[in-house]
């Protein structure tokens, strides 16, 4: 599709917004990469399907937005995200907490999880251990199990990139790191507020080049 058909497009279909909404753009990149399954390759027409919200749900505060970005993908790469990113939630509201027990006023996807599942709780708390700070304060320490987050973010990062650029991207990175920012050195926090510079152009007709239109 050529730069003038996709800006025409762009004007006979604008963006709709609406309060609480996230804003939308039609993906109109090419076909051909809407046939398979973002993270495996999995041919969608001979698969059973379902939705997957990018962000995942569990990286979201209740109420949600209307009209979550969401993929088509295979429904077997679907379910086998769905421990996974219940760990990466119940993971992250233990550690703002410092408790297996969050408030289901301010966590209530992950405080059902917690109540419906003793052995979710055993493994959130066997990522935990408590000792003593230089000042005699109580610390927990987290060790969780990180291959599971690795698992969330690079899902999540298939899923973003997918459904911005019409490209799958079904590839391994050549580099992925899941570390508390507080950890961060200043080196690596400076790289990642830093926009990367995209070393191709967005598939025409995609949500980002469509973006790059509006901005
Ligand atoms: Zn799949």
Not at 2 to 26: C, I, K, M, N, Y
Not at 147 to 154: F, G, N
Request: a neutral charge; one cysteine or more.
């Amino acid at each position: 599709m050529a730069r003038a058909d996709a800006l025409a497009l762009v004007h006979l279909f604008p963006p709709r917004e609406a309060p609480g909404s996230v804003r939308q753009f039609t993906n109109f990149s090419d076909l051909r990469n809407k046939g398979g399954c973002a993270h495996c390759g999995a041919s969608l027409t001979s698969a059973e399907t379902n939705r997957d919200h990018a962000p995942s749900k569990v990286l979201l505060v209740e109420p949600y937005p209307e009209n979550l970005p969401t993929i088509e993908v295979c429904r077997e790469c679907n379910a086998s995200f769905s421990r996974d990113e219940e760990y990466f939630g119940a993971f992250l509201a233990s550690v703002l907490t410092g408790s297996v027990n969050p408030d289901p006023k301010d966590f209530p996807r992950v405080a059902r999880s917690l109540a419906r599942s003793g052995g979710l709780r055993k493994r959130i708390e066997r990522a935990g251990s408590r000792q003593l700070d230089l000042w005699g304060g109580v610390e927990i320490l987290w060790e969780p199990e990180l291959d599971r987050l690795e698992r969330v973010v690079l899902k999540n990062a298939r899923g973003h990139a997918f459904f911005e650029t019409g490209e799958p991207a079904t590839n391994q990175p050549t580099h992925m790191a899941c570390v508390p920012i507080a950890r961060l050195s200043e080196a690596d926090w400076s790289n990642f507020q830093e926009l990367p510079v995209p070393q191709v152009w967005p598939e025409v007709g995609s949500r980002m080049f469509q973006r790059g239109l509006h901005t």
